[in-house]
């Protein structure tokens, strides 16, 4: 059974850094791409970045050139490195993954999500 597990979240000061971590459990077959996503109070959750499994990346206009998405494979973990954090970064960061095997011609995918961990950026 494939299990997610996010840590790193935490309280910043504008400005500051925080590194959030993705840890992977079970084996996850066929895997498309991981990534992260995030929900502010009383919205709807939204892509952050995200990672293919042959390691391209792509991210939200919103984060570019303060965020970094990165993998480590041989530790079964993601990573979300987060600089030059603002008060509008401020939500509940989820990690998931989604894979993806096509049977005779047709998609099937699965997805699988953490239960996220708190990020905080307030003075």
């Known amino acids: 059974q494939v299990r997610l597990e996010e840590s790193g979240g935490g309280l910043v000061q504008p400005g500051g850094s925080l590194a959030l971590s993705c840890k992977q459990s079970?084996?996850?077959?066929?895997?498309?791409?991981m990534g992260w996503y995030r929900q502010a109070p009383g919205k709807q959750r939204v892509l952050v970045a995200r990672?293919?499994?042959?390691?391209?990346?792509i991210y939200a206009d919103s984060v570019k050139g303060r965020f970094t998405i990165s993998r480590d494979t041989a530790k079964n973990t993601m990573y979300l490195q987060m600089n030059s954090l603002q008060p509008e970064d401020t939500a509940v960061h989820f990690c998931?993954?989604?894979?993806?095997?096509?049977?005779?011609?047709?998609?099937?995918?699965?997805?699988?999500w953490g239960q996220g961990t708190q990020v905080t950026v307030s003075s």
């Open positions: 998931y993954a989604v894979t993806r095997v096509v049977v005779s011609g047709t998609p099937y995918e699965d997805e699988y």
């Open positions: 990672i293919t499994s042959g390691g391209t990346t």
């Open positions: 079970g084996t996850l077959f066929s895997l498309n791409f």
